[in-house]
Nanobody
Framework: QVQLVESGGGLVQAGASLRLSCAAS????????LAWFRQAPGKEREFVGV????????YYADSVKGRFTISRDNAKIAVYLQMNSLKPEDTAVYYC??????????????????????WGQGTQVTVSS
């Protein structure tokens, strides 16, 4: 069983940076594909970024590419989302997710919420203009 707990959200002004953390428990953490999703009010939960078990492969949504960076520390059993140049449209609840059923391959990494079977409780990020 994998448990995920996010932290690091808050209220910032446009252009600022935030670093989200996701602490995990579970002995198989280092083998898991991990991702960040977000959900804005009245909208569906959407993919933000994903990282392979080794950390060597990452993919991002077009809306955050070049501004957000996902990383992981398997020794600390944690995954991070560094968010720079934040915009008001980045306002959302951010969720950490893990999948025990899908892996990254030459064709890519899992990016739909249905491919993930473990979720954190979410952390609120609010960006003011």
């Amino acid at each position: 069983q994998v448990q995920l707990v996010e932290s690091g959200g808050g209220l910032v002004q446009a252009g600022a940076s935030l670093r989200l953390s996701c602490a995990a428990s579970g002995s198989i953490f280092s083998t898991l594909v991990l991702a960040w999703f977000r959900q804005a009010p009245g909208k569906e939960r959407e993919f933000v970024g994903v990282i392979s078990w080794s950390g060597g492969t990452t993919y991002y949504a077009d809306s955050v590419k070049g501004r957000f960076t996902i990383s992981r520390d398997n020794a600390k059993i944690a995954v991070y989302l560094q968010m720079n140049s934040l915009k008001p449209e980045d306002t959302a609840v951010y969720y950490c997710a893990a999948t025990t059923r899908y892996y990254c391959s030459d064709y890519g990494c899992p990016r739909t919420l249905y491919e993930y079977d473990h979720w954190g409780q979410g952390t609120q990020v609010t960006v003011s203009s």
